[in-house]
């Protein structure tokens, strides 16, 4: 089972990291939610074990299963969640400004504002 | 320019979505299932409408769907006052009633604990602040001209 | 106490919401939150240094099952910084007038979360207040609205958002080696188990806060954000969230993996090195003071990874002094950015000097911690890196000096001098750093506490 979670793991980040890369911004956003998840995953993964409900009163026969790291997860799965609510609402702003949801418009827009600036500077 | 497929799917799966994030959410404690869990599929279910008919639309379909955010307020404010009136009484917070151990009211099948209260506030909250936040991402991206 | 350190920025940052940030009572209610909020940070700073550490298991709960908050000297003295840093500069954007509906409640978001990260005892209590903060300093970024600051803070987010996630994955990975997540037992277990794997999270942690300091080979988000941001919101950046990383490296590094942080201490030199040649000579060729003083904070945040890369007992204070003078300098400066008129470019010129290391300034004590430090140890590559840095502050520092302060007032500045208040707490902010400058033994001792609360944290 430790395997398959760490594969998983493995795979998840390394698509999020490949999709960080792209210019398109949603792309990115798409990225950034699959690294949460592979954060989450290694979370889960990191107490993982097998055993009676963690409710008490508790049975001392054999072993309970860890309830904290579900409880991690859960917390990070929100901070997760609000991140990319966070992170759309500015890729809306960011396109309302620059009116191009990629990375690349957007570097030429900036390009094009330095420019007009080294411009007025040399005109001064 | 929606694709009718997922026009239907979202049509047949809004009811049974809602009673099964229903389900959830009163089972929780005696079964599998919680406040959180039960909000998180009736945000998907919800919005799926968004992606199937486009936020006016799911809005017509779905009366109260825009006054959602308001009840992630009140669902705060419940979820609050079930950790904070043990408080008023002397218990540290998030006290449950009944105690473990004691027997709970029983409703059919139902477990009335009043850690299930809590948890309808939880659900409010998750609920309201998904749709809410895909709303407003929604019109936002609208007024931008965008392509969402 | 420690409980009500965070909880009252908590309660008035969620009562702040439902405000509009920008009416002017909203904004001095804000203003008079964060100063209470100082305040109680403060005194219990005082308590601290008095009585030694506290400590509150939340809940009532036993030692070990509930989260612990706990204020050591390491904790409290960044904590006030940080909460002096967004009173001041939280200040300063009300007196300028607030522009956005949310700004006092975002800054009170964030002095709950840097308060609560400071003073908390629990690895992933850590990481939950390290992402309220840096939410909120997200938002924050964008605040101006133009296309520079929204294209900034993108960025900003989607850097950080990948170095917090690699500090979570961190943070799995203690969990799992050590079946705790309680700051001091966790140190305990680390000691002893198998170094293999001590190492990949050691790793794993730095390059999390390298990519919050802004360090050498992850720096490249920050200048754009720090020189596109707004002054106040750089300020807020430079000064209060850099914390963050320097806490976080001296906490986990020096704190929970002593041994690891000896193994990689030449690793530390050379990025540390890398960083403050880097940052200054980029610094020296920039011509705007926001880019200039970007590029500055890079190299600044060099010296305190050299200084921990020295270690020992008299490293770590270095580390702890300097982190906290350069947080000053940096809030400092960055306030005093837009302002013009009569002792605005004195107030800049001690935050420079300050920079460079030059007395009567706090810089000098943190400079000169670090020297000693570095002779202590015998080591040349550190005095001669001081050395070049400190040439080279000087050099940048002044450029931007003479651009921005030595030209006719008429001409710097198109609406005349800023208000006076503005320029009060500009000039109070340099005070306090020549005060530190001429009178450094607090600075010192809460160094020397840090330092020794991190060593007994054993």
């Given at each position: 089972m430790i395997l398959v979670i760490s594969l998983v793991v493995a795979i998840l980040f390394g698509a999020g990291a490949y999709l960080l890369l792209k210019p398109d911004l949603f792309r990115v956003i798409v990225g950034v939610v699959l690294v949460s998840h592979a954060a989450n995953l290694a979370l889960m993964g990191s107490g993982l074990s097998r055993g009676?409900?963690?409710?008490?009163?508790?049975?001392?026969?054999d072993g309970i299963s860890d309830p904290l790291v579900q409880a991690l997860t859960l917390t990070a799965i929100v901070i997760g969640f609000a991140v990319t609510t966070l992170l759309l609402g500015l890729v809306v702003r960011v396109y309302r400004s620059?009116?191009?949801?990629d990375l690349d418009e957007v570097a030429r827009a900036e390009a094009r504002r330095e420019a007009e600036l080294e411009r007025d500077e040399v005109s001064i | 320019m929606r694709p009718t497929l997922s026009q239907a799917v979202a049509r047949l799966i809004l009811l049974p979505g809602l009673a099964i994030s229903i389900a959830t959410l009163v089972k929780g404690y005696g079964d599998a299932g919680d406040g959180f869990a039960a909000g998180v599929i009736a945000a998907l279910t919800l919005l799926v409408q968004y992606v199937a008919f486009g936020y006016r639309e799911a809005e017509r379909r779905i009366p109260g769907l825009r006054r959602l955010p308001v009840a992630a307020v009140a669902g705060l404010a419940r979820a609050l006052a079930v950790a904070l009136v043990p408080a008023a009484r002397g218990d540290a917070i998030l006290t449950h009633w009944p105690p473990p151990g004691d027997s709970p009211v029983r409703l059919g099948t139902l477990e009335l604990v009043s850690a299930v209260l809590f948890d309808v506030g939880v659900f409010l909250v998750v609920l309201g602040v998904v749709t809410g936040a895909v709303g407003a991402i929604a019109r936002a991206a609208e007024r931008a001209g965008g392509r969402a | 106490m420690i409980a009500l350190a965070v909880g009252i920025p908590w309660v008035a940052a969620v009562a702040l919401l439902f405000l509009d940030g920008r009416r002017r009572w909203v904004g001095w209610l804000a203003v008079t939150a964060a100063a209470a909020g100082f305040g109680t940070v403060a005194a219990l700073a005082a308590l601290v240094v008095v009585d030694g550490p506290r400590e509150v298991v939340a809940g009532g709960w036993p030692p070990g099952v509930g989260i612990v908050l706990r204020a050591d000297a390491l904790g409290v003295a960044f904590a006030v910084l940080s909460s002096g840093v967004l009173l001041v500069a939280l200040a300063q954007q009300v007196i300028a007038g607030?522009?956005?509906?949310t700004f006092p409640a975002l800054v009170l978001f964030l002095a709950t979360g840097l308060t609560g990260l400071f003073l908390t005892g629990d690895v992933f209590n850590f990481y939950v207040f390290f992402e309220l903060s840096m939410i909120a300093a997200y938002v924050l970024t964008t605040y101006g609205g133009r296309a520079r600051q929204t294209g900034g803070a993108f960025i900003f987010a989607v850097v950080n958002l990948l170095g917090s996630f690699i500090f979570l994955i961190a943070v799995a990975a203690i969990y799992h080696v050590t079946g705790t997540l309680e700051m001091r037992a966790v140190a305990d277990q680390l000691a002893v188990v198998e170094p293999s794997t001590v190492i990949l999270i050691a790793v794993a942690l730095f390059v999390a806060f390298g990519v919050k300091l802004g360090l050498f080979p992850f720096h490249f988000w920050l200048p754009v954000v720090y020189a596109g941001a707004r002054p106040t919101v750089a300020a807020i950046l430079g000064?209060?969230?850099?914390n963050i990383g320097s806490y976080g490296v001296l906490r986990f590094g020096a704190g929970l993996l002593p041994r690891e942080l000896e193994l990689g201490a030449v690793a530390l030199l050379v990025i540390g090195g890398a960083s403050i040649v880097y940052g200054s000579l980029q610094a020296v060729s920039r011509r705007t003071a926001p880019e200039v003083l970007a590029y500055s904070s890079i190299g600044q945040v060099g010296y305190v990874l050299v200084a921990l890369s020295v270690g020992g007992r008299a490293g770590l204070a270095a580390a702890v002094v300097f982190a906290l003078v350069n947080s000053l300098n940096k809030a400092l400066l960055f306030l005093t950015v837009e302002l013009r008129g009569w002792l605005v470019g004195a107030a800049f010129a001690v935050g420079a000097l300050s920079v460079t290391g030059v007395?009567?300034?706090a810089g000098f004590f943190g400079k000169a911690a670090l020297f000693r430090a570095g002779l202590d140890a015998g080591d040349v590559a550190v005095v001669v890196l001081l050395f070049l840095g400190g040439a080279l502050s000087f050099v940048y520092m002044f450029q931007i000096y003479q651009r921005d302060?030595?030209?006719?007032a008429s001409a710097t500045a198109p609406g005349g001098s800023s208000p006076l208040a503005a320029r009060a707490i500009a000039i109070g902010l340099a005070m306090l750093v020549i005060a530190l400058g001429v009178w450094p033994e607090p600075l010192i001792s809460i160094g020397e506490d840090a330092a020794s609360a991190l060593l007994g944290g054993r």
């Open positions: 009676q409900p963690p409710i008490y009163p508790l049975p001392f026969s620059h009116f191009a949801p | - | 607030v522009r956005s509906r000064g209060a969230l850099a007395p009567p300034s302060h030595w030209r006719p």
